[in-house]
């Protein structure tokens, strides 16, 4: 097999062929690690190679829907026995866990053969893939723009060709965010379909879930088939789907009642490209049999993105100082991270609680939307992916900001609550691109990015579709019908030249 040869498979596919006995996984593993070979320089998607642990696994039975598929996991969250969880942090690479995640090992027990780890930005805290371990990672669409975040390596990864799917996490909106700068699709599960053991119960109140980028609906279905169901010890039990996702994926969604909107829910800026893609998105539908309409939930934007980032700077000095117990070095955390954990650590308990509470309010609202609609439709991002840099705190702010952090003058001023407007400007400035994503975390809800847009520069720019709790079929339903209508599978970068752009998804 050659590498256009193995563009033309998703991992549904590849595992396939590897059945059949048509390819040996030993083949697609040397695939993938040349490939990462050729575009590592250029992208900078895997910041941490396991190629002796790849190859001691093809010498081991391979079972399962993925089995001989190469895979990446998140360098986050997804701990691998034996081998350093870094979190794109300098002070972690020193923690070493002894045993895999829950995911680790739902991915492993499927077959597929884990090669490497995906960078992300410092704990994941950020929609920009630009550590200072590991460097930043490219869109390989621009390399001059960002794949987006906190999942920004594992998009680059799948879109640059080194695999056809690679796993992410969500708890912001850090799987659907990189797959709209990407092309891909990424689905975010409801609070609790996939668990976050054995190391939590639930992370950031249940804000995160685990899933996987992917060129194909159908890898997303099995994928989430595959993590699916609970652990021993774990807080919630969801309701399992009536039938495997595998199944339920190729079944037609019916006529849906779809309300859209493009209003940046903060009143920030949304980019004209991301209004047309929405609206493009809601014509495709509507030539599709649904029922589509201007319509949006009835949520205070600004309250919800308040309520968010307060829970967002309180948990940052819990994770240091969780990460410290197991070891971590403080001294070499990043300037941004550290200031977050001032800022965190000067909010009081009393108003931490609060804030969280209406996360209640903000899910009741959305429940009631969803009486009325069946899927919410907005943009991914308010702005097409951005270049490097372009959403950097200034020097200048930075050096003063670094000054009053190192001298102990922030936290005082943070506690007297004289930083409140510079706080309010980080928040802004935070998710000013990136407004529209925050609202399935706090609720808890599933949600998707799905790739029908482009902008006049070559840009992906998805748009995301907001589902009821629990109804992941319903957006793998709808994600399968628009897949069909407009193909997405060979639209790919330029520097994937050579991939046969006409070739049919194999059965």
């Not at 950020?126 to 594992?154: E, I, M």
């Not at 789907?241 to 009642?257: D, F, K, W």
């Not at 070095?329 to 650590?345: A, F, P, S």
């Not at 407007?421 to 599933?446: E, K």
Request: proline share 7%; net charge neutral.
């Amino acid at each position: 097999m050659q590498f256009a040869d193995y563009l033309r498979h998703d991992a549904t596919s590849l595992a396939a062929l590897v059945a059949e006995g048509a390819v040996t996984p030993g083949e697609l593993l040397e695939l993938a690690l040349a490939r990462n070979a050729d575009v590592h320089g250029r992208v900078n998607a895997v910041c941490r190679l396991m190629e002796t642990q790849a190859r001691a696994r093809l010498r081991e039975p391979l079972h399962g829907p993925f089995a001989g598929v190469p895979f990446l996991l998140k360098d986050i969250l997804q701990d691998y026995a034996g081998l350093p969880t870094c979190s794109g942090s300098r002070s972690m690479r020193g923690y070493i866990p002894h045993e895999h995640a829950a995911v680790v090992r739902r991915y492993l027990d499927a077959g597929l053969v884990v090669f490497g780890k995906t960078n992300l930005p410092e704990f994941g805290l950020k929609a920009v893939t630009d550590p200072g371990l590991f460097g930043r990672t490219s869109n390989p669409w621009n390399l001059a723009h960002t794949p987006g975040g906190s999942s920004g390596g594992a998009a680059a990864a799948v879109a640059a060709g080194i695999v056809p799917m690679a796993a992410g996490n969500d708890g912001g909106g850090s799987i659907r965010i990189p797959a709209a700068c990407c092309g891909l699709f990424g689905l975010r599960p409801s609070r609790g379909r996939v668990s976050s053991g054995p190391q939590a119960g639930e992370i950031w109140f249940g804000a995160n879930s685990e899933g996987v980028l992917s060129r194909s609906v159908r890898d997303t279905a099995r994928a989430l088939d595959v993590l699916q169901g609970p652990e021993p010890g774990d807080p919630f039990v969801i309701a399992p789907p009536c039938a495997p996702y595998a199944e339920l994926v190729r079944r037609e969604p019916g006529r849906l009642r779809i309300g859209f909107s493009a209003v940046s829910p903060i009143g920030a800026e949304v980019h004209p490209e991301a209004v047309n893609a929405v609206r493009h998105a809601a014509a495709l539908l509507a030539r599709l049999g649904h029922e589509v309409e201007e319509a949006a939930p009835g949520i205070d934007g600004a309250a919800l993105a308040k309520s968010y980032l307060h829970v967002y700077f309180g948990q940052v000095p819990a994770l240091v100082a969780q990460n410290r117990a197991r070891g971590a070095e403080g001294d070499e955390i990043e300037l941004m991270t550290r200031l977050l954990v001032t800022l965190g650590r000067a909010m009081d308990a009393p108003a931490l609680t609060a804030q969280l509470a209406q996360w209640n309010t903000f899910a009741r609202a959305l429940g009631r939307f969803h009486q009325r609609y069946d899927l919410l439709l907005t943009p991914t991002l308010a702005h097409p992916p951005v270049r490097h840099g372009a959403g950097d705190v200034p020097a200048g702010q930075r050096a003063v900001l670094g000054f009053l952090q190192g001298s102990g003058l922030l936290g005082l001023l943070a506690r007297l609550g004289l930083l409140d407007s510079t706080v309010d400007r980080i928040a802004r400035d935070n998710l000013r691109y990136v407004p529209f994503t925050q609202l399935s975390n706090m609720t808890g809800t599933p949600s998707m990015s799905v790739p029908l847009y482009w902008t006049a520069d070559g840009l992906p720019l998805g748009v995301q579709f907001v589902a009821p709790f629990g109804r992941e079929d319903r957006l793998l339903q709808l994600a399968a019908q628009l897949e069909q209508a407009q193909p997405w599978f060979m639209r790919l970068p330029a520097m994937t030249a050579g991939a046969p752009r006409a070739a049919a998804l194999a059965v």
